[in-house]
């Protein structure tokens, strides 16, 4: 059982706009950056969102984030097939002292 | 470009000791502000976070995992290493290196697979 709870899949087609979220408590996402990683099959995790919301050189502004209170959003717009992959939100636990992922949600473009 | 490339046995026998090691180019270890982490991911199943060490060789680890787990660093070889005890099937999984800056992990090994069997 994650610390931080995402929904295991979501889908949509290609050219929409999809959100995955995530969840957690005070000791984690309400009071720590939230960043998000693209993991696709057989790679490793790529980070695509740090800070909440800002983007690493490279990644393109189809994908956003955003963090309300304990709870944070990944957004993609303009879906493609090559964005079939799992995603993960991470941030650190006060209470834990640990760094915790979320379970991932494995996004599917129809 | 920071590179970081996991080397290890692909293979430990139940009680006995994994030992991995995560090689850094493009980029000094001992450069202030960057911890060095080590993650896994058992079959099929999300990340799990392992811990990490700063080049001075602070160390926060997984509560979970503390007790048979040490990271270390070699800072004339820009490498850093796992040593994980009595392990068991369940710590087969594909172990990551990564480094971590501000509060996330910007830079990925491309991971190695680790089967404890006998």
């Known amino acids: 059982q994650s610390v931080l709870t995402q929904s295991p899949s979501v889908s949509a087609a290609p050219g929409q706009k999809v959100t995955i979220s995530c969840s957690g408590s005070?000791?984690?996402?309400?009071?720590?950056?939230v960043s998000w990683y693209r993991q696709l099959p057989g790679t490793a995790p790529k980070l695509l969102i740090y800070?909440?919301?800002e983007r690493p050189s490279g990644i393109p502004d189809r994908f956003s984030g955003s963090k309300s209170g304990t709870s944070a959003t990944l957004g993609i717009t303009g879906l493609q097939t090559g964005d079939e992959a799992d995603y993960y939100c991470?941030?650190?636990?006060?209470?834990?002292?640990?760094?915790?992922f979320g379970g991932g949600t494995k996004l599917t473009v129809l | 470009q920071v590179q970081l490339q996991e080397s290890g046995p692909g293979m430990v026998k139940p009680s006995q000791t994994l030992s991995l090691t995560c090689t850094v180019s493009?980029?000094?270890?001992?450069?202030?502000?960057?911890?060095w982490s080590w993650i896994r991911q058992h079959p099929g199943k999300g990340l799990e976070w392992i811990g990490y060490?700063?080049?001075?060789?602070?160390?926060y680890y997984n509560p979970s995992l503390k007790s048979r787990l040490a990271i270390s660093v070699d800072t004339s070889k820009n490498q850093f290493s796992l040593k994980l005890s009595s392990v068991t099937a369940a710590d087969t999984a594909v172990y990551y290196c990564?480094?971590?800056?501000?509060?996330?992990?910007?830079?990925w090994g491309q991971g190695t697979l680790v089967t404890v069997s006998s």
């Open positions: 990564a480094r971590y800056r501000g509060q996330q992990l910007d830079y």
């Open positions: 493009g980029g000094s270890i001992s450069r202030g502000g960057y911890y």
């Open positions: 060490i700063y080049y001075r060789g602070r160390t």
């Open positions: 005070s000791s984690n996402i309400g009071n720590n950056y």
């Open positions: 800070e909440n919301n």
């Open positions: 991470g941030t650190w636990d006060s209470s834990l002292s640990s760094w915790v």
